[in-house]
């Protein structure tokens, strides 16, 4: 059973940094595309980073620059740096899994990010 657990949400300041982890429990990284999307209050479900099984990342242009994605195979863990934070990164992240074959999704319950003026 795939599990998929972030952490590292919370409260910041503007322009500073955080960076999110997501658990990967038994998601194979050969074969599934590992995201980060964000769902801000009022607002559509919205992806903001991906990072595929062969290694390619790409960003939501809004994001470019100053959020950077990774995984650690070793460990099964994703992450999101971000910096440069401002108060519209408002929202709840979550983790994402797509299997490239079956084009499964699995997520997971998410982390709240709230960014302060």
């Known amino acids: 059973q795939v599990q998929l657990v972030e952490s590292g949400g919370g409260l910041v300041q503007a322009g500073g940094s955080l960076r999110l982890s997501c658990s990967a429990a038994?998601?194979?990284?050969?074969?599934?595309?590992m995201g980060w999307y964000r769902q801000a209050p009022g607002k559509e479900r919205e992806l903001v980073a991906r990072i595929t099984n062969g290694g390619s990342t790409n960003y939501a242009d809004s994001v470019k620059s100053r959020f950077t994605v990774s995984r650690d195979n070793a460990k099964n863990m994703v992450y999101l740096q971000k910096n440069s934070l401002q108060p519209e990164a408002t929202a709840v992240y979550y983790c994402?899994?797509?299997?490239?074959?079956?084009?499964?999704?699995?997520w997971g319950p998410g982390t709240q990010v709230t960014v302060s003026s």
């Open positions: 038994r998601v194979n990284f050969s074969v599934n595309n």
């Open positions: 994402n899994a797509e299997h490239r074959v079956w084009r499964v999704n699995y």
